[in-house]
């Protein structure tokens, strides 16, 4: 049986087929699809956890109990959960424990580029990195051999090009699922304070000294031996851009990046004159292998920013030969944007007339930074929004009176806002916090979360009260609002700027595209264009089936264009009805 | 033909919405059942939000990268005419073009900062050989339903392709609910003989 798979369905894949039934995640492209995709198969558990450090957390629990537990992330879900990791690898685990890094080189989807290669050498944890989704499957089950047998956490290191490309993979019978799972005492092992640590931390590094033996002969490293005169090392993706341009090199692909084989790149470089070194990001490889005194040709050649592709690699090494076509036509950019009847939209249009400065966060309204909404200023990580506009109006003084807003979403103030709203309370802050909720998790593709009453496993549960939680973290001034109606979320936000002390808004109205509110779209809205002035007020909400076109000047009119609404997109929420002074919209 | 043991490149191109990645992946599974090794890119997360959509399709005896290098694409499927233009520095120089009549306006357009492009399809035909535009949104509607419109693009690359209409039939009635495969069907051999 064959099946065309992307590489995060193969990991999944891979998980039921080695017996894996525990997983625990927060989503974050490119690596939400592996949980979603678990969570279908029989007799598994899985959860959303609120972020990465629980979900580590979890699964660092499950492996202790016994259990083969896996947790998965995005790259920088890693920095997040860096504490547990840090020192689950002094401990080791009694099952095992996987930790999934999904990287995103170009970042398509996320706010930095960050290398997590660099996280396994730190934290001292074996990594291993697949090609394809074929190899997907095969290591992530490689990657529980290795952790059950080392008594070590493993790292499996995607990128969004492996995550989220497809290919065809052979798919194997299923292991049947063994229950190892037991209460075992062992508090040397698991608890860390330094008198114990210090004994571990030997432990570790014995331990990678064995890593190390074992990646010598580890199946995965692979060398293909051709042309003599050139060779190349990589790993990951890379080896097959790097195998469709230069098919007759000599290559050493590793399939484990941490520990390094060292004799394997020693023996691979007596064979081989000429070797280039191929990653994408941080010359990871690169720099151990020079530090073995190994002469190899990476950065100097290859970029340091963005993925690669095929071309990348053949211009780098033969120079770039020929100038390929390029349009002679200029094109329109076409961003990503909120969508037609995004409850977002409302809110910032708001905060934009309100000319306050708006410390943004991580979700789909990141995108109300552009035009011509212009309502976000700041985003940095998950929860930022929040610990910023405390750090802000409290650096600001009066100055910033009335003039910050932190703006942040439901699931992503779950993720990392509750502390520092709890920090505003306590260290009487005076900014405004907006929450939208939109009751899902909508950037990744409507995920649950706390907030929602439902699991990933499909059945409700407590659902979290919102205002009940930021009135018990201290917060007085709590208000809710619908973004849908601009006069009142206006009015409330400027009441709430003018009061001292912290306050909280809840916008509350949930996404568009979120299936189980069970929202049916209005009728579609259209432009009288007798009636309209073609003052393009309406077009301040940046929203999709807007668009305005030029007429013809006619005598006596100031006019010099209409705005048109395509039908086709439009959701009917009634923004632009509310913001057109004409009345020239029904 | 630059690449190893001649591996196939199309490029599907579109606004998020467009049924892009539905469209590519019935397209490698017809190639997959066509007894020949696939691999296919795409785009997830916040580039969909309206935001340009593009899949790359490579296929052949073997297969390496999913994505193609600059220069490297033989057909380049646009579901929205400006679309076409956007990537053209991956064409080969005598790469096929199908491009979708249907125009969607991006922010700046609506705004009036930029123009919308009235010649992409002339232009595209004084500098490629072959070039075909399709209406696919209308055949679309034509078949009952607008969203159709990707399976209509299906039908006209199937010409391109040596692949039996038997596997892509297959395929589509396998990639579809039973009350929508009469449909796409119909639209799938819209597209093939318009």
């Not at chain 1, 369905?9 to 678990?38: N, W």
């Not at chain 1, 896996?70 to 690898?89: E, R």
């Not at chain 1, 074996?126 to 997907?136: H, K, S, Y």
């Amino acid at each position: 049986m064959k099946e065309l798979m992307s590489g995060n369905e193969a990991i999944a894949r891979g998980l039921y087929e080695a017996g894996v039934r525990f997983a625990a995640a927060y989503p974050g492209t490119p690596s939400t699809e592996i949980i979603e995709e678990f969570s279908k198969y029989e007799g598994v558990y899985a959860e959303w956890s609120p972020n990465e450090k629980v979900a580590v957390e979890v699964a660092i629990g499950a492996a202790l109990a016994g259990e083969k537990a896996l947790a998965i992330m995005k790259h920088v879900g890693v920095n997040v959960a860096a504490d547990p990791i840090f020192t689950v690898s002094y401990t080791g685990i009694e099952g095992a424990l996987v930790i999934v890094t999904a990287d995103d080189p170009s970042l398509h989807s996320s706010q930095n580029e960050q290398d997590n290669r660099n996280y396994a050498k730190f934290a001292k944890i074996p990594m291993l990195e697949p090609a394809d989704a074929e190899e997907a499957k095969r290591f992530v089950k490689l990657a529980f051999e290795i952790s059950e047998k080392y008594d070590t956490p493993v790292f499996l290191r995607t990128t969004t090009r492996v995550s989220h490309s497809k290919s065809v993979v052979p798919l194997e019978e299923p292991v049947p699922y063994e229950d190892k799972t037991k209460i075992s005492f062992n508090a040397e092992k698991y608890v860390m304070v330094p008198a114990e640590a210090r004994k571990r931390r030997i432990v570790v590094e014995k331990r990678t000294q064995n890593l190390k033996e074992f990646a010598e002969s580890f199946s995965e490293n692979k060398m293909e031996i051709n042309d003599t005169e050139n060779g190349i090392i990589t790993a990951g993706m890379p080896y097959n851009y790097a195998k469709d341009v230069f098919p007759n090199f000599s290559y050493l692909k590793l399939g484990m990046v941490n520990p390094l084989p060292e004799k394997l790149i020693r023996d691979f470089a007596a064979k081989v004159k000429n070797i280039y070194v191929v990653e994408e990001l941080d010359p990871y490889l690169e720099e151990q292998i020079k530090a073995m005194g190994i002469k190899v040709t990476g950065k100097e050649i290859f970029p340091f920013t963005n993925e690669f592709d095929p071309g990348i690699i053949q211009d780098a090494i033969n120079g770039k030969d020929k100038q390929v076509c390029v349009s002679e036509k200029s094109v329109a950019s076409r961003p990503p944007n909120l969508c037609p009847g995004c409850p977002h939209r409302g809110l910032f249009y708001t905060l934009n007339k309100l000319k306050v400065f708006v410390t943004g966060d991580i979700g789909c309204y990141t995108l109300a930074y552009m035009k011509p909404l212009n309502g976000v200023h700041s985003t940095i990580c998950m929860g930022a929004s929040i610990g910023m506009a405390h750090g802000m109006s409290k650096a600001l003084k009066e100055k910033g009176k009335g003039k910050i807003v932190g703006v942040i979403g439901d699931s992503t103030f779950i993720h990392s806002g509750i502390t520092p709203l709890l920090d505003m309370a306590y260290n009487k802050s005076n900014a405004v916090i907006v929450i939208c909720d939109n009751s899902t998790t909508a950037m990744t593709g409507m995920q649950e979360h706390p907030g929602t009453g439902y699991t990933i496993l499909g059945g409700e549960t407590t659902q979290l009260n919102l205002e009940a939680l930021v009135s018990a973290l201290g917060i007085k001034n709590i208000r809710v609002v619908d973004p849908y109606d601009l006069k009142n979320t206006r009015k409330v936000i400027k009441e709430e700027l003018a009061k001292d002390g912290t306050s909280v808004v809840i916008s509350k109205r949930p996404c568009v595209l979120f299936k189980r509110a069970k929202l049916k779209p209005q009728p579609p809205l259209q432009v009288d264009s007798e009636k309209c002035t073609g003052c393009k007020a309406c077009l301040g909400l940046g929203c999709p089936p807007i668009s305005w076109k030029k007429v013809e000047k006619k005598e006596g009119s100031k006019r010099e264009g209409v705005a048109l609404i395509d039908d086709s997109l439009c959701n009917g929420c009634g923004l632009c009805l509310q913001v057109c002074k004409f009345n020239a919209i029904k | 033909m630059t690449f190893n043991n001649d591996v196939k490149s199309i490029l599907l191109a579109g606004v998020g919405g467009q049924g892009v990645l539905r469209a590519s992946d019935i397209m490698c599974m017809v190639i997959m059942e066509a007894g020949l090794d696939v691999k296919k890119s795409e785009v997830h997360g916040m580039a969909q939000r309206g935001g340009c959509v593009t899949s790359h399709v490579r296929y052949g005896k073997k297969v390496y990268s999913p994505l193609a290098k600059p220069g490297g694409i033989d057909v380049l499927v646009a579901f929205e005419k400006m679309e076409s233009l956007r990537y053209l520095n991956y064409l080969t120089d005598d790469a096929t073009i199908i491009v979708n009549s249907e125009e969607i306006y991006p922010p700046a357009v609506n705004f009036g900062d930029a123009i919308y492009p009235d010649d992409a399809v002339s232009f595209l035909k004084n500098k490629f050989k072959l070039v075909k535009e399709i209406d696919a949104t209308a055949l679309a509607r034509k078949a009952g339903n607008i969203k159709a419109a990707n399976v209509v693009l299906l039908g006209a690359i199937s010409n391109l392709m040596d692949v039996p209409i038997s596997t892509w039939e297959s395929v589509i009635k396998k990639s579809f609910p039973e009350k929508l495969v009469k449909l796409n069907l119909t639209a799938f051999q819209m597209g093939r003989d318009d």
